[in-house]
């Protein structure tokens, strides 16, 4: 086995472990508007929900070399509003893209060529092309000192056509195949799936069908 003390390595070499290591990881690519009215788009990967009473999801932003916020940090404790999307094969390339490094003037959104359109009940943009979004406004902050952990509270959900029963509850799994990140640039495919029998026997997904949640 091979056993690392992370006490005694630096904090580079523990984020090159960490970040290949625990994957695959759900992608958030996050809109917010800056203090110059220019919507940002952004990916990052060390993100996840966090609860559902009340319904919250975690979003972890580094700052740069030199100390400073990214564009998106700068945004959300400006604004304390975001929204979150996440992203499916078809336009994983252009939220691959809205992690180069644009002047805070230029929109990610325009340069890379996916839609913004109006948000609920936030004023971020959602992303049209993304297959579903939440809104949210800013809940809790965790400052460390190479990061910003923003926990950021739902208030609006929007998911394309299809995917989601909002009678039963359910979602649509076989219309859903978002990527996740799998270290570097590499990303990983959502729909090389299999079941497990549950507890009580039988399928994992007896009663709600393979292709629901």
């Known amino acids: ?65 030199d100390g400073r916020m990214k564009d998106t940090a700068a945004n959300i404790l400006h604004n304390q509003e975001f929204v979150v999307h996440m992203s499916d094969e078809p ?25 913004p359109v109006p948000s ?18 800013l809940h809790e902050t965790l400052a460390t000192e190479s990061r910003y952990v923003f926990i950021g509270r739902v208030r609006w959900l929007v998911a394309r056509d299809g995917l989601i029963d909002t009678h039963a509850w359910r979602v649509n799994l076989r219309e859903y195949a978002p990527v996740a990140r799998f270290g570097a640039s590499f990303y990983t495919r959502t729909t090389d799936r299999f079941s497990l029998p549950s507890e009580a026997g039988g399928s994992a997904a007896a009663g709600n069908g393979i292709d629901q949640l």
């Open 1 to 65: 086995m091979t056993e690392v003390n992370f006490e005694e390595i630096t904090g580079y070499q523990r984020y090159k472990l960490m970040a290949s290591l625990i994957v695959p990881r759900p992608i958030a690519l996050v809109t917010t508007i800056g203090e110059n009215g220019v919507a940002n788009a952004a990916p990052f990967s060390m993100f996840n929900m966090v609860g559902e009473d009340p319904p919250i999801l975690m979003i972890s932003i580094n700052r740069l070399s």
């Open 91 to 115: 336009m994983a390339e252009k939220m691959h893209a809205c992690g180069h490094a644009f002047p805070s003037n230029v929109s990610e959104l325009s340069a890379v060529g996916l839609t």
């Open 120 to 137: 609920r009940t936030v004023a971020p943009p959602r992303i049209q092309e993304a297959p579903v979004a939440f809104e949210c406004v």
